[in-house]
């Protein structure tokens, strides 16, 4: 999931022409442009923060109707990349980030807590194992962090890529979302309680500049559902090439977890990267969803099936 929003504190600069010095009520075009930069950036929006029911928006300009991206937690910025300013993450820039938490802390310390919060999550919901196999339940929870991690390092090394500002940062909700998921998943394991639906999601990717859907929002958007698909094939492969069981079971469960996230992912509605893929290309989303959802499919039937193909014979 990848984020692209920003907020500018200070009002827009009016623009003059060299002709009109002093500021008149007069219909001078750049004047006029500039009052449409003000209006943009004082213009209030709603936001939401990981809600189904943010959606896409559309507005007018002189160049013809720009289809824009969904706001993914806050809303995008209107204003040409240009406007952006540079090293808009440190604290002086004047940008305010909505819906962020810690907005300008350094991006090592969003990474390490997120990892943290996800290790956890991810070592209460395969507790039961540690029983049997200990190493298997520190196993499993590393390759539950590396498949959320590996799929927001493709979005951020996608923007990267397009020349983009783009750090990793916790959202505020997502936060509330993972630590209570946290809270009730200990609380399940020290009372052999039922599992509650542990959701982990701390934060995700912010990419400034994505102002409209095109060519450079629909690759950051497909990079890391697709990251996902090749960390899977990859582990899938490795776990049906290893003949010791359980390990190779268990790396099999981590191929499922990359193509569980990469193909929820793609579910075009809400914040999620698949409705921008949608919106871009059909035949891109297509050709992402159909092989996630295969191997996703075949996966499940290699772990539960009674002739699968990790139980010795």
Excluded at 85 to 90: G, K
Excluded at 136 to 143: D, I, R, S, V, W
Excluded at 148 to 156: D, I, K, M, P
Excluded at 204 to 226: E, H, M, Q, S, Y
Aim: a positive charge.
């Amino acid at each position: 999931m990848v984020v692209h929003a920003q907020n500018f504190k200070n009002q827009a600069l009016q623009n003059y022409c060299s002709l009109h010095i002093n500021r008149i009520e007069h219909n001078c075009n750049i004047v006029i442009e500039g009052q449409r930069a003000s209006q943009y950036q004082s213009q209030p929006f709603s936001h939401t923060q990981l809600s189904p029911s943010v959606s896409s928006t559309s507005y007018q300009t002189d160049m013809g109707a720009d289809v824009r991206g969904t706001t993914d937690g806050t809303y995008t910025w209107y204003r040409q990349e240009k406007e952006i300013p540079e090293n808009a993450f440190d604290p002086d820039s004047g940008i305010e980030f909505k819906g962020i938490l810690l907005s300008h802390k350094s991006e090592l310390f969003h990474f390490l807590l997120a990892s943290i919060l996800i290790f956890i999550i991810g070592f209460i919901t395969f507790y039961p194992i540690f029983f049997i196999y200990p190493w298997a339940t520190f196993m499993l929870a590393g390759f539950y962090l590396t498949a959320f991690l590996f799929h927001e390092f493709g979005h951020r090394q996608a923007a990267i890529r397009f020349g983009l500002q783009t750090k990793f940062r916790l959202l505020t909700y997502g936060m509330l979302i993972t630590g209570f998921s946290l809270v009730m998943g200990i609380v399940s394991m020290f009372t052999s309680s039922g599992t509650f639906p542990m959701l982990a999601l701390p934060g995700a990717v912010v990419v400034l500049g994505l102002d409209k859907i095109n060519r450079k929002t629909g690759i950051c958007k497909a990079a890391g559902p697709f990251v996902n698909l090749c960390y899977g094939i990859i582990l899938l492969v490795v776990s049906l090439l290893i003949p010791i069981f359980p390990l190779n079971y268990y790396i099999g469960m981590a191929a499922y977890f990359n193509f569980m996230l990469g193909a929820f992912n793609m579910i075009p509605f809400g914040i999620l990267d698949g409705q921008n893929i949608w919106k871009w290309k059909k035949k891109v989303y297509i050709s992402l969803i159909i092989p996630l959802l295969g191997l996703l499919i075949l996966t499940l039937v290699f772990i539960y099936s009674p002739i699968s193909p990790y139980i010795p014979g």
